[in-house]
């Protein structure tokens, strides 16, 4: 199956939707005395700029002010490539996840497959977040940005996957009448990975979740010098984009090639020449959701 795909238009709203202004302890002047100086500090070219970012970020305070709308530009392509760019790296993060998990400890008896929380094995996300070649090279304030969505992302991934179960699903027909003692490794039916339910779904279908783990491990100097939560529009439009994607995802995910195989106590020729597999498992081997 394809990667997971992202909406990175649906994380422009969410942020556009905090309302977020430059500069932003902006007071228009009171008084007529200050009003008139005001208005002659700018030439009257400077009080009709149209953003170039489009759709825009950020809202100059003062509408037309080639100042105000210039910083808006600045500023907000900064946010749009921090956004889209660690999109993209977690993407490439979930696709290397896809190449390594595997399911394990299956307890497989006649055509159903038993997986409980933790039988869905892969590495956590952060490492690969981080080093993705989109923004391995960062540093600086961006680099910290970068390391607060990879760990938030790469937390809530996995309390996902940690709770995800295998609640007997049909997957080895086979096995309800083999003919034979033993069952030799048999891959599964395929099936959406939808159907292997997880407990903690919600970490990552609620994109509240995700942006507060964001928060939460982003360095307290930047969160102290950003009174308007900035960082905080941008790390929920980052777990939008994410959680809408997981979302599309997780069903069209097929899970396959998980090799079954057991005994089959009740074999015993000519009188009982099949039976069913009892107690049988899996071979855990990474694949399981490489298509």
């Not at 008084?31 to 100059?60: C, I, N, R």
């Not at 939560?229 to 396959?256: E, N, R």
Request: hydrophobic residues 45%; proline residues 11%; aromatic residues 8%.
């Amino acid at each position: 199956m394809p990667p997971m795909s992202f909406i990175k238009p649906a994380g422009v709203a969410v942020f556009a939707s905090y309302s977020l202004k430059l500069p932003n302890q902006f007071k228009p002047p009171s008084g007529q005395t200050a009003q008139d100086h005001y208005k002659q500090a700018f030439k009257s070219s400077e009080l009709s700029a149209v953003p170039q970012l489009m759709p825009p970020w950020f809202m100059p305070a003062e509408s037309g002010n080639k100042w105000y709308v210039d910083s808006c530009d600045q500023v907000g392509n900064a946010f749009k490539s921090i956004h889209d760019d660690m999109i993209d790296a977690v993407g490439i993060a979930h696709t290397k996840w896809k190449g390594l998990a595997k399911f394990k400890d299956l307890k497989i008896n006649a055509v159903t497959a038993l997986g409980m929380p933790g039988c869905l094995d892969g590495p956590e996300l952060e490492s690969d977040i981080k080093n993705a070649p989109i923004c391995a090279s960062w540093s600086g304030n961006k680099a910290k940005y970068r390391d607060a969505i990879a760990t938030g992302v790469s937390k809530k991934f996995k309390e996902w996957q940690d709770k995800v179960t295998v609640p007997g699903l049909p997957w080895y027909p086979l096995f309800a009448a083999f003919p034979g003692p033993m069952a030799p490794p048999t891959p599964n039916v395929p099936m959406p990975l939808a159907a292997c339910i997880s407990a903690a779904m919600t970490s990552m279908i609620l994109p509240g979740g995700m942006r507060d783990a964001m928060v939460d491990a982003l360095d307290g100097g930047l969160k102290d010098k950003d009174p308007d939560k900035q960082h905080k529009a941008l790390f929920d439009a980052i777990a939008t984009v994410i959680s809408v994607g997981f979302v599309a995802w997780l069903p069209a995910q097929q899970v396959i090639g998980v090799l079954g195989k057991g005994p089959i106590p009740s074999f015993a020729p000519p009188y009982v020449p099949v039976g069913p597999v009892l107690m049988g498992d899996n071979i855990a081997t990474p694949g399981h959701l490489a298509l």
